[in-house]
T-cell receptor
Framework: AQSVAQPEDQVNVAEGNPLTVKCTYS??????LFWYVQYPNRGLQFLLK??????LVKGSYGFEAEFNKSQTSFHLKKPSALVSDSALYFC????????????FGTGTRLQVTL | DSGVTQTPKHLITATGQRVTLRCSPR?????VYWYQQSLDQGLQFLIQ???????AKGNILERFSAQQFPDLHSELNLSSLELGDSALYFC?????????????FGPGTRLTVT
């Protein structure tokens, strides 16, 4: 069975500093990996995905993520955090060998302060 | 705005009752997905429809059912409601039934069972 772990419930970072939100996954084959962001009282918004190819994936709002197969990780990063990045971030995985079921992590709350 | 609409935004009902949640996917999207988000269970995939047919099932209770109509809108029916069914219910859509495609989420329906 596929699974995703987001080991940190909350990440705190000062504005202007780099941020990392961690994600590790478990699937039987090659994974499809996604990051979504949820702002208060809103639905989830797609940020970026890794399907194949370059391990560094660039997405919306200056976010990027690095796929590391040996460490089964897909950490979300941004070089310089903004207060407006404060939100709930979800990592998700899908095993392309199974029916189209997306499995989400428990979410990490990012708090960016001035 | 993702283009996915959900109604109603909020729903308060009593235990034992039955409710229907409605979702209109983005224009042209054939796949509709339903998710439940609660504090204790996180974000859980319930069910997927593709062009009117059930495509994948997740952790959906037997008291819950869904359908997708010829105009591609979808309804999630929840019956014999229990306190534990209180949650945020999201609908998402995507153009195809593709494991590599991202999903576009609606704003959600917050269900409160009293």
């Amino acid at each position: 069975a596929q699974s995703v772990a987001q080991p940190e419930d909350q990440v705190n970072v000062a504005e202007g500093n780099p941020l990392t939100v961690k994600c590790t996954y478990s699937v039987s084959g090659n994974p499809y990996l996604f990051w979504y962001v949820q702002y208060p009282n809103r639905g989830l918004q797609f940020l970026l995905k890794y399907i194949t190819g370059d391990n560094l994936v660039k997405g919306s709002y200056g976010f990027e993520a690095e796929f590391n197969k040996s460490q089964t990780s897909f950490h979300l990063k941004k070089p310089s955090a903004l207060v407006s990045d404060s939100a709930l971030y979800f990592c998700a995985v899908r095993d392309p060998g199974t029916a189209s079921k997306l499995t989400f992590g428990t979410g990490t709350r990012l708090q960016v302060t001035l | 705005d993702s283009g996915v609409t959900q109604t109603p935004k909020h729903l308060i009902t009593a235990t034992g009752q039955r409710v229907t949640l409605r979702c209109s996917p983005r224009s042209g999207d054939l796949s509709v997905y339903w998710y439940q988000q609660s504090l204790d269970q996180g974000l859980q995939f319930l069910i997927q429809y593709y062009n009117g047919e059930e495509r994948a099932k997740g952790n959906i209770l037997e008291r819950f059912s869904a359908q997708q109509f010829p105009d591609l809108h979808s309804e999630l029916n929840l019956s014999s409601l229990e306190l534990g069914d209180s949650a945020l219910y999201f609908c998402a859509s995507s153009p195809w039934d593709s494991a590599s495609g991202e999903q576009y989420f609606g704003p959600g329906t917050r269900l409160t069972v009293t």
